[in-house]
């Protein structure tokens, strides 16, 4: 049965204004403003975990002059469905990568582009009931890759399915347990997974073609040690290369409810962080995809598909935080607006949320690009008139 009102969403919003507004810690994000209206201009009631029915949020990776030739991002998220019984709602997935320009020819097998869609149901609480993606890569020379993943919540845990070439994989996904994860509820965890923009961006094209640095698309082998152009990688085990489909910002949002709820503006939380074939390690022997028995293009490296211990090695959660900071002003594109700044995550600088709940800008770490490419870069809010 569809429901238009989420009451469980509301009152929860509602209450932890309350609850913040009375803490000392929350006294400033209270005092400035309470979300009262979605960005579409929804009242309250209407609201599911900020978002109004049909409301769509898009983002884009800029600023333009500190991107590179041909380098993009954009990230799409849309309320579909609201639905009672008990109360959930199903979200609209996109995102669309393309890696920069090379000035001479780049290496076989580079990653050059990814395309994803999906689909994200959660409960009132935001927690991941079920979600599914596909998702396409561009590999330079190798033609595309396609894939379907789906997390689906069984009883005490979720079970993930990874479809790619006409088979099926399916095994318990690998989730991190803390005290407030509660799947009875079930309440204590969200879908995002931010760290995966450390696998997204492309290092600066060099004369040569080759990367300065380690490029987005290398997979992590068996023993730690996979390798682009004799250049180790350097991201922790727990990145595995999440999806970059689940970096979208308008995820945070589904935080904001339990942030104010616990009154002291600040939130440790657990996140599902979906991962496809990027995390896969091993595949036969490792190596990148460019070859040394792991690569894309065929023969060994197609092999891992035989194994489950290729995703069961996964770590499908991650463990962060987000505390407020403080309230100003922030420029997103070419408007300034009040919002308040939470810090706190690894793959943030900064996070600005609106007076309506709306994440509009997110300014990324310096620990997302390669130590040879520090810039400094934002996801932020298209507004409608820029559509």
């Given at each position: ?19 913040i ?42 600023p ?29 997935l ?9 000035r001479?020819?780049?290496p ?196 891992h ?26 420029d ?56």
């Amino acid at each position: 049965m569809k429901l238009r009102i989420s009451t469980l969403a509301v009152a929860t919003v509602l209450v932890a204004m309350a609850v913040i507004s009375a803490s000392p810690a929350g006294a400033g994000m209270a005092a400035s403003a309470s979300p009262t209206h979605g960005s579409n201009g929804t009242s309250q009631a209407e609201l599911f975990l900020g978002f109004g029915l049909g409301e769509e949020r898009r983002y884009v990776l800029g600023p333009a002059e500190n991107l590179y030739r041909g380098e993009a991002a954009m990230w799409t998220m849309r309320l579909r469905e609201v639905l009672a019984d008990p109360p959930h709602a199903i979200f609209e997935l996109g995102h669309e990568w393309s890696s920069a320009e090379y000035r001479s020819q780049p290496p076989i097998g580079m990653l050059t582009s990814v395309s994803s869609s999906g689909e994200l149901r959660v409960n009132a609480h935001g927690f991941p009931l079920d979600l599914r993606f596909r998702t396409t890569w561009g590999l330079y020379g190798l033609g595309e890759r396609v894939y379907a993943v789906r997390y689906e919540l069984q009883g005490g845990g979720f079970r993930k399915t990874f479809s790619m070439d006409g088979r099926d994989l399916e095994h318990p996904a690998r989730i991190r347990r803390t005290d407030e994860l509660d799947i009875s509820v079930p309440n204590g965890m969200w879908a995002h997974a931010p760290m995966a923009l450390e696998c997204m961006f492309t290092p600066p094209p060099t004369s040569a073609g080759m990367p300065m640095a380690p490029a987005p698309g290398t997979v992590p082998n068996a023993g730690g040690g996979a390798m682009l152009g004799g250049v180790p990688l350097r991201y922790a085990d727990e990145v595995e290369c999440r999806e970059p489909l689940f970096a979208n910002p308008g995820l945070l949002s589904f935080l904001l409810p339990a942030l104010w709820e616990a009154g002291t503006g600040e939130l440790e939380f657990l996140m599902l962080t979906p991962a496809g074939y990027f995390g896969m390690p091993g595949l036969s022997g490792g190596g990148s995809f460019m070859g040394g028995g792991g690569g894309l293009s065929g023969g060994a490296g197609n092999r891992h598909f035989d194994s489950e211990l290729a995703t069961r090695a996964q770590t499908n959660s991650a463990i962060d935080d987000l505390r407020y900071i403080d309230r100003g002003r922030v420029d997103v594109g070419a408007r300034t607006l009040d919002a308040w700044r939470f810090e706190g995550m690894r793959a943030f600088d900064a996070v600005y949320v609106d007076d309506k709940g709306v994440v509009v800008r997110v300014d990324l770490a310096s620990a997302v690009t390669t130590r040879m490419d520090k810039r400094e870069l934002w996801i932020r809010l298209l507004f409608p008139s820029e559509y």
